[in-house]
């Protein structure tokens, strides 16, 4: 019956990907009322206390995974929009949409100052696209985020390169 419809049994989410989607579910929030990096931390303060049952079943470095990552985007939160401004060539930042918009902020977030590899960063945020865009968001995140991978690796190269 699945096949006919064409419906798909989803993964379960585990680990930082499920720590991701809150992340992200977070985040959307506060840009879809347009709101500043102060607002983010409000945000996040908020969710915790009206998330408890789902939050004590994060283990320790889930729960850290999101503070760690809300303080981040908060305190980078002009310099991750810039960066995104940077790479997206021929459209303005205002043009993306929402659900594109958040998620490109959470990676470059990750790109910029976490310490996973781009690749994982990029394959996870490419099926959060796919599961709460449209059918071309995950094309057009994926090709942005392709763009600021280059500039990170080539900002970490130059970084290697002049410290030696």
């Known amino acids: ?9 989803k993964k379960k989410k585990a680990g930082i990907r499920l720590v991701r989607e809150e992340l992200f579910k977070i985040v959307f929030g506060v840009e879809a009322t347009e709101s500043t990096s102060e607002e983010l931390e409000k945000a996040f303060d908020i969710y915790l206390s009206n998330n408890e049952d789902f939050v004590s079943t994060l283990s320790e ?3 850290k995974f999101l503070q760690t990552s809300v303080k981040g985007i908060s305190e980078n939160y002009d310099n991750i929009k810039d960066t995104i401004k940077a790479n997206t060539q021929n459209w303005a930042y205002e043009r993306i949409g929402l659900v594109e918009r958040t998620l490109l902020i959470i990676a470059t977030y990750e790109f910029l100052k976490a310490n996973t590899p781009i690749e994982v960063v990029a394959n996870e945020t ?8 449209n059918e071309k968001s995950y094309e057009f995140v994926n090709g942005i985020l392709a763009n600021i991978g280059k500039t990170v690796v080539c900002q970490i190269v130059l970084i290697k390169k002049f410290r030696l």
């Open 61 to 63: 470095s889930q729960l």
């Open 126 to 133: 490419v099926e959060l696209a796919k599961e709460y865009g």
């Open 1 to 9: 019956m699945k096949e006919i419809f064409g419906e798909e049994t």
